[in-house]
């Protein structure tokens, strides 16, 4: 079940130190609650139902292993699956919440962030080596006994959609990655009920369905709202004049401009939004001089090049050049 162990001095040591007989890991390793994962919770702007959500998914995990209650007839394989469009806060969520429920439930326990892109190979059966000595050494950080996230971001890159695997680009190779995730993952469940998995992807569609069905939870992040991104929009502005000198801020956000902006970013992503107050840092001379109007002017070149992209299918090709 989950503990509350506190890590004696031998055990942190093992934990940082990369398992026995490898000279390196396909993941990073923190102890939680760590400090430099608060922001990723933070300032994170969603439907604040997403975050209630989401920490009650782990209250509800770590119930029923308290409870020890059999995971074969829960059919419980201790994961969430976040899915939504690129930019919404996916990924950063996925760290912060564990470190946020640790903090808050005032427990211990690491967070492995796996890096999957390291996993496919191009050599036969190296995908399938890779996923196995992956998901070893997890079992061996798991197997100190602390609560244990494994966080996969872009899962889909590792789990792939069997149904779609090209005859042309090493079959076998990727289909024995995908049984081979499968599998692993099925036994750490039966190991180690302290283990909890994370999984993000901008693409649910081309994962396996296997790995589809084995989330226990999977939450929508979508692109954020009219108020969302009028709170995004804000906050970025804010980080950029903490002195409070810009008069848009002073004034509020209920301005036209306010109004014509927020109309403007529609359909664009958190971290699309974010990056308009950039771009409209190189319309002044210097950040002081950065008003409203400017983020505006950026959000219109923005538009702009949205609708060049939707007419040509974001392809750019000699017929595009004679028109």
Known sequence: MFTDRVAHAADISRLNAPPHGHASRGFALRHLPDPSLDEDWQYIIVDDGIKRQLMRFLDVLSSLA?????????????AVLLEGPPGCGKTSLARGLPNEWAKRRQRRAVLL???AH??????KGGTQ???LTLFQQISEVASAGHLTFVLIDEVESIATNRATISSQTNPLDTLYGVNAFIESLDQCVRDHPNMIFLFTTNMPGAIDRAIGERADFALLVPLP????????LLDTLQELDREQRLPELRQGDSSSEWRQLVDLTSGLSARQLRH?????LTLV????DLRLAHVVEAARREALLREHERQTGGVY???YQQR
């Open 225 to 232: 709202d009219e108020t969302q991104r009028r709170l995004i």
């Open 66 to 78: 308290q409870k020890e209650v059999s995971s074969t007839r829960l059919a419980l394989r201790r």
């Open 129 to 131: 080596k890779n996923l």
């Open 317 to 319: 090709n000699h017929d």
């Open 285 to 288: 001379d210097q950040p002081a």
């Open 276 to 280: 308009l107050v950039v771009a409209a």
């Open 118 to 123: 390291s996993l496919p190979s191009g050599e």
């Open 113 to 115: 962030s796996v890096n």
